[in-house]
């Protein structure tokens, strides 16, 4: 049997997928989390073949950071990721923290369970690019890598002078940034184009 942990904020998510798995031939739910900060003890106190992992959890835990741990602690076990948030750097950050797989929760065309079980055969199944969304009038995959670092430091509520500092570049050069991106999107200012990108997911500050 495979064991399961199910570490998934949301209440009805974390139900749906227990029943899931817990009806699936071969797997066995051994224990359902609502906060990442829990998951390495879980893994712990249970035998833990397989983590299905949320990457925002309660109280603003990553999954992310708690996968990591997971796997510098106990390699074997397979971490799969799963959100349904659409950050840019999500796929970038799971696969750096040693993840096995990735599954967006609302827009792949493959179910969990398969994802699960190709995933246990020892297949790395990952998405090619994360969703696509619209900023104003562009869509996410216009932006440029630097474009997406400006804007990540902007939301993380730098100045100008401090984002030009933290990702090596000159204040005239961050602004440059800034004017391509308000060019591309349509959006009137910086602050409205960062409350886009944060209301639509593109970049989560805090993760």
């Given at each position: 049997?495979?064991?399961?942990?199910?570490?998934?904020?949301?209440?009805?998510?974390?139900?749906?997928f227990e029943r899931e798995l817990?009806?699936?031939?071969?797997?066995?739910?051994?224990?359902?989390i609502a906060n990442a900060a829990?998951?390495?003890?879980?893994?712990?106190?249970?035998?833990?073949?397989?983590?299905?992992?949320?990457?925002?959890?309660?109280?603003?835990?990553?999954?992310?950071?708690?996968?990591?741990?997971?796997?510098?602690?106990?390699?074997?076990?397979?971490?799969?990721?799963?959100?349904?948030?659409?950050?840019?750097?999500f796929l970038q950050k799971a696969?750096?923290?040693?993840?096995?797989?990735?599954?967006?929760?609302?827009?792949?065309?493959?179910?969990?369970?398969?994802?699960?079980?190709?995933?246990?055969?020892?297949?790395?199944?990952?998405?090619?690019?994360?969703?696509?969304?619209?900023?104003?009038?562009?869509?996410?995959?216009?932006?440029?890598?630097?474009?997406?670092?400006?804007?990540?430091?902007?939301?993380?509520?730098?100045?100008?002078?401090?984002?030009?500092?933290?990702?090596?570049?000159?204040?005239?050069?961050?602004?440059?940034?800034?004017?391509?991106?308000?060019?591309?999107?349509?959006?009137?200012?910086?602050?409205?184009?960062?409350?886009?990108?944060?209301?639509?997911?593109?970049?989560?500050?805090?993760?």
């Open positions: 049997m495979i064991h399961v942990l199910i570490v998934e904020d949301s209440r009805i998510s974390r139900e749906v817990s009806s699936a031939p071969g797997y066995v739910v051994a224990a359902a829990n998951a390495e003890i879980a893994c712990m106190k249970n035998r833990i073949d397989l983590v299905l992992m949320d990457i925002c959890t309660a109280d603003g835990e990553s999954g992310l950071e708690a996968a990591a741990r997971i796997k510098r602690h106990d390699p074997q076990v397979k971490v799969i990721m799963m959100t349904s948030m659409p950050e840019h750097s696969k750096a923290a040693q993840c096995d797989s990735f599954w967006y929760k609302e827009t792949d065309d493959m179910s969990l369970l398969e994802v699960c079980d190709r995933t246990m055969r020892g297949e790395f199944v990952w998405p090619e690019k994360s969703p696509r969304i619209m900023i104003g009038q562009a869509y996410s995959e216009e932006f440029t890598d630097r474009e997406l670092e400006v804007m990540r430091a902007l939301a993380q509520g730098l100045s100008y002078e401090e984002t030009a500092e933290a990702l090596y570049m000159s204040t005239n050069t961050v602004k440059y940034h800034v004017k391509n991106l308000l060019q591309k999107t349509g959006c009137h200012s910086r602050i409205q184009l960062v409350a886009e990108v944060v209301e639509k997911r593109l970049i989560l500050p805090n993760y």
